[in-house]
C-alpha cells in the first residue's frame, strides 16, 4: 500500500516538523504581533488624545489610588505638592534616542498626603559612565502636569541598590514605584508620571513614541501565511508521493531518481570514459 511510507520514521519526523511550525504560526506567533498592533494602536490613541486634552487633576482620571492601565497611560494629569528629593532613585543601562542615559526617578508627596513617583526626565553619563551633576528639584510646593505611565515589569525581580559603582546614590533596573517604595521605605501609589518640557524639576524630557502603526500587522500576516505555506508543501508532497514513480515508493522501475542520484551519475560518467579510453590504447 502506498499510505505505508507516512510511516516511515523520516516522514514523522517531517510531519512532525511541519505541523509544529504551523501551529506556532497560527497559535503563537500571529496572535502575538496581533497584540502588539493592538497595543500599538492603543497607545496612539492615547497619545493623540493626550495632545488635544486638557489636563485632569490625577483623582479625577484614577480615583482612589487606582492603577493604570493601558486605557489610562499618556493622559495629561495635573497634580500639586513637593518632591522628597531624599528618596530619590536613579533608573539605569536607559536608552534615549540610540545612546545611553540614564532616567531621575523623584517621589513626589500631594497635597492630601499620597506619594506618587515622578520620572523627572534624563541626563547623559559622563566621561566616566557614571551619573553625572544634575539640577535637585524645586524645594516647595509647585504644580505639575505629568503624563500617566504603567509602571515596568523586571523579570528578575531585582530591587534597587547603592555601592561604590553607584557613588553611594540608589539605582534600579526598571522605572516601578514598587521598586522605589521599597527603597525609599515609602507608600507609593501604582505608575509613574513623567514631565515633559517647561515643568518645576525637569531635566530633560523624555521623547514621546511615534505614532505609527508599525509594522506588527503586516508581520502577523506573514507568519499566518508561512504557516499556509509550510501545510501547503507538506500537502503537495504527500499527494506528489502517492503516485505511482514517488521517491518513496518501492519500485524500482518507476521510482524517479533523486537530485543525489543524477549528481552522481554526472560525476562517475567522465570516470568511465577515461577507463573506456585506457582500455582502447
Not at 54 to 59: N, Y
Not at 190 to 199: F, H, K, V
Not at 251 to 271: G, H, N, W
Request: proline content about 7%; aromatic content about 10%.
Amino acid at each position: 500500500m502506498r499510505l505505508k511510507f507516512l510511516l516511515r520514521p523520516g516522514w514523522l519526523a517531517l510531519t512532525l516538523v511541519v505541523f509544529a511550525f504551523a501551529g506556532s504560526c497560527f497559535a503563537l506567533l500571529a496572535p502575538w504581533q496581533f497584540t502588539r498592533s493592538t497595543e500599538r494602536e492603543t497607545q496612539n490613541a492615547a497619545l493623540q488624545a493626550s495632545f488635544v486634552g486638557v489636563p485632569k487633576p490625577l483623582g479625577e482620571l484614577l480615583p482612589d489610588g487606582a492603577a493604570p492601565d493601558e486605557r489610562a497611560q499618556w493622559h495629561l494629569a495635573t497634580v500639586t505638592g513637593s518632591y522628597l528629593p531624599d528618596a530619590e532613585v536613579i533608573a539605569r543601562l536607559r536608552t534615549v534616542q540610540g545612546e545611553a542615559a540614564f532616567e531621575v526617578l523623584t517621589p513626589f508627596k500631594q497635597a492630601d498626603g499620597t506619594v506618587i513617583l515622578v520620572d523627572r526626565g534624563y541626563v547623559r553619563p559622563n566621561a566616566k559612565s557614571r551619573v553625572p551633576d544634575y539640577a535637585p528639584p524645586p524645594t516647595g510646593t509647585v504644580n505639575l502636569v505629568t503624563r500617566i505611565r504603567v509602571d515596568e515589569n523586571d523579570s528578575k525581580g531585582r530591587d534597587a541598590f547603592a555601592d561604590a559603582s553607584t557613588d553611594g546614590k540608589l539605582h534600579s533596573y526598571v522605572v516601578d514605584s514598587r521598586v522605589v517604595g521599597r527603597a525609599a521605605k515609602l507608600e507609593i501609589r501604582p505608575g509613574y508620571y513623567q514631565l515633559d518640557n517647561d515643568q518645576p524639576g525637569v531635566l530633560k524630557a523624555l521623547p514621546l513614541p511615534q505614532t505609527d502603526a508599525g509594522p506588527f500587522f503586516s508581520y502577523a500576516l506573514q507568519w499566518i501565511a508561512f504557516g499556509a505555506m509550510a501545510l501547503f508543501g507538506w500537502a503537495y508532497f504527500t499527494i506528489r508521493e502517492l503516485k505511482p514513480g514517488g521517491a518513496l515508493t518501492g519500485s524500482d522501475k518507476q521510482r524517479r531518481k533523486s537530485v543525489a542520484e543524477i549528481l552522481a551519475e554526472d560525476e562517475s560518467a567522465p570516470a568511465s570514459q577515461s577507463e573506456k579510453a585506457g582500455q582502447n590504447h
